[in-house]
């Protein structure tokens, strides 16, 4: 990677070539490059390959299976969205859970919201979180926090075990292949809906429309035969395929409208909690979608 050289391991040269493209076999005929100034970490786990470097104009990238993962620059914008959406949709959010999540940009956020007395992690790869603590000091600054429950494990399993727990539960995983294959099953929502509680609401990573449209309108498709309230919004992120990436969010209580901020923050709000995405406009304009989404779903 650094000199041209090919990836030593075949899965991560599989996606991400000797010059630094990311190429999926999930986004076909495209690829997005980043210079690589430096690699900084590079290992199999037992789940996958993980990779870290440094760029040179989007500070340190975690990668996993090939895959951007975060960025230092641009990571803001998809965690202030997947974790805010469903946390100001929801009057008074006290415990939360969060699957995936393992460089702790999520878990950041949601100890942002003085209401949140209790989270609890499930993330799968423990080298993922060791590699973050390392390499993405401003994302995993929160791992020691008093109210965080930290379990290494396998979301779906971890489910079976919590029913009626969670008023916000958020789902960071990577895509569709590898160790997330089974979050994006239509029993894995139901395993969801059984552990909120009667007025939670979720959010999870809803890949491109550019990309993915139709696993998104299976996704939204079979979450209306489970929840009374199922949303997909969109926004902007840089290094995601396409630049851009969607969050579906589902509520058990029917009458709730989750693309309305049931708490509004003022500007004064916005910085004391040094969102640099989320404010509450942004809230509602992310769940405005443009017509050939409207028609897919
Ligand atoms: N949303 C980002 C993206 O798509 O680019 C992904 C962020 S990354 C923190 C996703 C995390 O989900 C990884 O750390 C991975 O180990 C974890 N993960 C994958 N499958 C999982 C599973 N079955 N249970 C729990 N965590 C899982």
Redesign the pocket.
């Known amino acids: 990677l650094q000199n041209g050289e090919p990836s030593a391991d075949s899965s991560s040269s599989k996606l991400l070539k000797s010059d630094g493209q990311e190429m999926g076999g999930a986004w076909p005929g495209q690829a997005f490059s980043l210079q690589v100034k430096k690699v900084l970490f590079h290992e199999k786990s037992k ?2 390959d993980v990779l870290v470097f440094e760029s040179t104009t989007y500070g340190n990238v ?1 990668v ?1 299976d090939g ?4 960025t230092e620059r641009d990571e803001f914008s ?1 965690q202030e969205m ?1 974790a805010h959406l469903p946390l100001f949709a929801h009057p008074n959010p006290k415990r939360v859970l969060i ?5 702790g ?2 878990l950041r956020e949601v100890l942002k919201h003085e209401t949140v007395e209790a989270v609890t992690m ?4 423990e080298m ?2 060791d590699v973050a603590k390392k390499y993405l000091p401003g994302m995993s600054c929160a791992f020691s926090h008093p109210k965080l429950d930290l379990y290494c ?4 399993e ?1 489910l079976k075990n919590h029913k009626n727990e969670f008023d916000v539960i958020i789902t ?4 569709p292949v ?6 994006f099953g239509q029993s894995y929502y139901e395993l969801l809906r059984d552990a909120l509680k009667e007025d939670g609401i979720l959010s999870s ?1 809803g890949e491109s429309v550019w990309l993915h449209l139709p696993l998104i309108s299976h996704l939204v498709a079979f979450n209306r035969k489970i929840f009374p309230k199922v949303a997909y919004a969109q926004s902007i992120v840089s290094t ?1 395929p396409s630049g851009s990436m969607g969050y579906l969010i589902c509520a058990k209580n029917e009458n709730r409208d989750v693309a309305t901020p049931a708490r509004e923050l003022s500007e004064e709000q916005v910085k004391a909690l040094n969102l640099r995405f989320y404010n509450s406009q942004v809230h509602r304009a992310a769940f405005v979608l443009p017509q050939f989404v409207k028609n897919a779903l």
């Open positions: 789940y996958q975690l996993l895959i951007i993962q975060a998809y997947l699957i995936g999540g393992g460089d940009g999520i499930c993330e799968i790869d993922v979180i494990g396998d979301g779906f971890f960071d995983s990577s895509d590898g160790p997330a294959e089974s979050l990573q995601y």
